[in-house]
């Protein structure tokens, strides 16, 4: 590697650390605080950053809490689907791809307090909402890349709304204060529900 290509290497670090350093912060000082008692201005000398830094990632503190970097999911999610070996099936590479970007963001030590920041905060869900759209957005350019069809096309965008229905009933199902509440496994669960076409459940046998 040149001089050059380490020197772009160190900056992306750097700017990665410093985008992680304001997001841990705000994820605290919410969680010690509440939303209406923290401003831009305590986010930043908790991070020992100026708010000119800070507005060179984010737009608003809501923004820094909710941050959902891809580059911590292993990329964007679009490039993951249609990056999955080529005989999976469609919905099967979303499923993965989006297992293999929660696999990721778990080992941030900020992922579970990320998650209960947003239930616990009414005024984070527009926030929220606006990632989800963008989320869903993703899903349906993956598949269709995968298919060579366009985003506009039925098949994607039906199987992109399958799939992020399935992912958000398995978001709700989660429990994030309780560590034995397994994610991962709930979201194989509600993929194989899908993929099964929802046949109802047995009744237990007493």
Not at 119 to 137: C, D, G, I, W
Not at 144 to 156: Q, V
């Amino acid at each position: 590697m040149n001089s050059a290509s380490a020197g772009v290497g160190l900056r992306e670090r750097k700017k990665q650390q410093t985008r992680e350093a304001l997001h841990r912060a705000a994820i605290r000082l919410y969680a010690e605080h509440g939303p209406d008692s923290v401003t831009v201005n305590d986010i930043c000398a908790a991070a020992d950053v100026s708010p000119r830094t800070f507005f060179n990632y984010f737009d608003s503190k809501e923004d820094a809490v909710l941050d959902w970097h891809e580059e911590q999911a292993g990329g964007a999610l679009a490039e993951r689907i249609a990056a999955r070996p080529a005989e999976e099936a469609p919905l099967d590479a979303v499923h993965q791809a989006i297992n293999a970007g929660i696999r990721r963001l778990q080992n941030r030590p900020t992922w579970r307090e990320y998650q209960q920041m947003v239930r616990q905060n009414p005024r984070l869900v527009p926030t929220a909402y606006a990632e989800s759209r963008r989320t869903l957005a993703a899903m349906t350019e993956g598949v269709a890349r995968r298919t060579g069809l366009s985003p506009e096309d039925l098949y994607p965008r039906a199987l992109a709304g399958a799939a992020h229905a399935i992912t958000r009933a398995a978001l709700t199902e989660w429990n994030p204060e309780d560590p034995t509440s397994d994610l991962l496994a709930i979201m194989n669960t509600c993929f194989e529900m899908l993929v099964s076409g929802f046949p109802p459940p047995q009744p237990t046998v007493e």
